[in-house]
């Protein structure tokens, strides 16, 4: 799914939507299911529409290949007895088959890992998807086909804390009791995928608040889906590839000449709505013509599949900062937009390398502006 595809769906978890129907359960420290849930947005106040349809679109908040991941399920997770197999079921049953609902959620609560009390959410919707006229605009009339779907989200219940809080009817301050509150959801799911405007049954969105607790025991264990490497982990891999394999060639220009490749790549296709992905050769591309030596490259590939994986690419927007260009050592650090880049030189005076920034009447020196020498 594209930014476009995610913002269409995201979109439809609303009050008075097509939405039909809220299922969830309610599980303690313990691991125990406590309370099962069985309600209907129509049915809910105002207020509780608009909570419930804010932790939904939680799921579905965040940055492409950071918080949200488009996943395919493997081929024998679809087979019978694959774990994509239950996952079909409980959308297929619109959320309304008990045993299959139980059975879900006794393997969520097998497999997540988290300390304390949380809540397992569940929708079902229909969208009855509008064609596209030639105009790219939607023609409401008519429709090509409908999405059914359901959106999974789990969300940690902590205890508030007491204090007094003013009450609009009574113009008074009131204590406000200790009472457990949901919280932002930390893991989630939108099944099937929406891409093409379509359903795609065999693939899933899935969202991880955090990039550091992306809970990979619901994706992998009980969603049967691999996660793409972590964007920190794929930074490092950048890192490090283009150290080793431009080795003595590995000076100023060189890198910030890939900083600015991967930035163009990025910049280019920004209206695309999906991350832009770096694959293996277009990787080795862009170190060969940025100082890479012909008879190191010819291991690269290799190296490319121990780390990062066989056919698997990297993302652009994981390797680099666009809004940025920073040059630092243990004793400075130099940080200038990256479109400003061009401003850093490097010369080489009496056998030392020196970096070069342009003094003018607008660079300040702890808060003072100087002025230029006059020649």
């Not at 399920?73 to 079909?88: A, S, V």
């Not at 969603?223 to 431009?246: A, N």
């Not at 479109?339 to 010369?347: H, R």
Request: hydrophobic share 35%; charged share 30%.
């Amino acid at each position: 799914m594209d930014k476009k595809a995610i913002s269409e769906i995201r979109k439809l978890i609303k009050p008075d939507s097509s939405i039909d129907r809220i299922r969830g359960c309610y599980v303690n420290e313990e691991g125990k299911v406590i309370r099962q849930l069985q309600d209907s947005l129509a049915t809910m106040e105002e207020d509780s529409q608009e909570k419930y349809c804010e932790i939904l679109r939680g799921a579905m908040s965040g940055k492409l290949g950071r918080n949200l991941f488009n996943m395919g399920f493997p081929l024998e997770e679809e087979m019978e007895g694959g774990r994509y197999q239950m996952l079909y079921r409980l959308q297929q049953s619109e959320l309304r088959d008990d045993d299959i609902l139980t059975e879900f959620y006794e393997k969520v609560v097998e497999k997540f890992r988290i300390e304390g009390k949380y809540l397992i959410l569940l929708i079902h919707g229909v969208y009855d998807i509008p064609a596209k006229g030639s105009d790219n605009m939607d023609m409401d009339d008519a429709s090509d086909y409908v999405y059914s779907f359901i959106v999974c989200c789990i969300c940690p219940v902590s205890l508030m804390k007491e204090g007094l809080c003013y009450d609009e009817e009574a113009c008074t301050f009131l204590d406000r009791r200790r009472d457990w509150a949901v919280q932002k959801p930390v893991s989630g799911f939108l099944f099937p995928a929406f891409n093409d405007r379509m359903p795609d049954i065999h693939s899933l969105l899935y969202y991880c608040r955090k990039e550091d607790e992306r809970h990979e025991e619901i994706s992998a264990d009980l969603l049967g889906c691999t996660l793409p490497m972590p964007e920190s982990d794929q930074k490092e891999v950048f890192r490090s590839m283009v150290e080793q394999t431009l080795g003595s060639n590995c000076d100023f220009e060189n890198v910030k000449n890939i900083h600015d490749a991967v930035g163009e790549m990025i910049e280019q296709n920004k209206d695309a709505g999906e991350p832009v992905q770096i694959e293996k050769a277009q990787m080795r591309r862009l170190l060969y013509e940025n100082g890479a030596d012909q008879s190191v490259l010819s291991d690269f590939d290799a190296a490319y599949d121990e780390a990062v994986g066989e056919g698997v690419p990297l993302m652009a927007e994981n390797l680099v900062d666009t809004s940025r260009f920073e040059v630092k050592s243990p004793s400075l650090k130099i940080s200038v937009k990256s479109d400003m880049s061009d401003m850093l030189k490097t010369k080489v005076i009496d056998g030392m390398e020196y970096l070069l920034i342009p003094v003018t009447d607008e660079l300040e020196v702890n808060g003072i502006r100087i002025r230029q020498r006059q020649k």
